[in-house]
T-cell receptor, first 116, second 115 residues
Framework: AQTVTQSQPEMSVQEAETVTLSCTYDTSESDYYLFWYKQPPSRQMILVIRQEAYKQQNATENRFSVNFQKAAKSFSLKISDSQLGDAAMYFCAYRSNNNAGNMLTFGGGTRLMVKP | EAQVTQNPRYLITVTGKKLTVTCSQNMNHEYMSWYRQDPGLGLRQIYYSMNVEVTDKGDVPEGYKVSRKEKRNFPLILESPSPNQTSLYFC??????????????FGPGTRLTVL
């Protein structure tokens, strides 16, 4: 079974600075997707960015980018120019292309605090 | 507005009293799923449904039931709730089933406390 690990329960960053959230995963498969979800205090789950394992180019969405290292099974999220609205729980998630259940496997989450 | 709705948003109940959490989506999505979120464990899948009348177990199905009689609705049923089912529950939907790149759209969550 796949597992996803987020080793940083909490992180903090100064407003306008850059922060990187770590995620590692364990799988024997080669065809999968990785996601970062944001959960603000409203509890809504919001997709931040996704990466297909077959794509070597790291995904980017405005101030959010990933560093995908397939051999190392690492998928970190970089947030540039941090804003107060970035404060939230961040979840890394994995989904296999071979999983008929379409199940997302989540890490335990990292709480990001942004200091003004 | 395209959305996934859940009701109730908050519920406090007692052990053994049957309850249902409703989930509805207005996007004509085929796939729907239930997750529970617990501190340090992230979200874990309870049940999923590929389409009407097609449901299957996720990672943590014990103590839960679901049904999918209509495409838009996917209720979660706790026949005899226990305190270890105290959790935050999310319903999610996506356009298709085994298409890994599909974004899953999440409902707002239901905070359940079983005393």
């Amino acid at each position: 079974a796949q597992t996803v690990t987020q080793s940083q329960p909490e992180m903090s960053v100064q407003e306008a600075e850059t922060v990187t959230l770590s995620c590692t995963y364990d799988t024997s498969e080669s065809d999968y997707y990785l996601f970062w979800y944001k959960q603000p205090p409203s509890r809504q789950m919001i997709l931040v960015i996704r990466q297909e394992a077959y794509k070597q180019q790291n995904a980017t969405e405005n101030r959010f980018s990933v560093n995908f290292q397939k051999a190392a099974k690492s998928f970190s999220l970089k947030i540039s120019d941090s804003q107060l609205g970035d404060a939230a729980m961040y979840f890394c998630a994995y989904r296999s292309n071979n999983n008929a259940g379409n199940m997302l496997t989540f890490g335990g989450g990292t709480r990001l605090m942004v200091k003004p | 507005e395209a959305q996934v709705t859940q009701n109730p948003r908050y519920l406090i109940t007692v052990t053994g009293k049957k309850l249902t959490v409703t989930c509805s989506q207005n996007m004509n999505h085929e796939y729907m799923s239930w997750y529970r979120q617990d501190p340090g464990l992230g979200l874990r899948q309870i049940y999923y449904s590929m389409n009407v009348e097609v449901t299957d177990k996720g990672d943590v199905p014990e103590g839960y039931k679901v049904s999918r009689k209509e495409k838009r609705n996917f209720p979660l049923i706790l026949e005899s709730p226990s305190p270890n089912q105290t959790s935050l529950y999310f319903c999610a939907s996506s356009p298709h089933g085994p298409v890994a790149g599909d974004e899953q759209f999440f409902g707002p969550g239901t905070r359940l406390t079983v005393l």
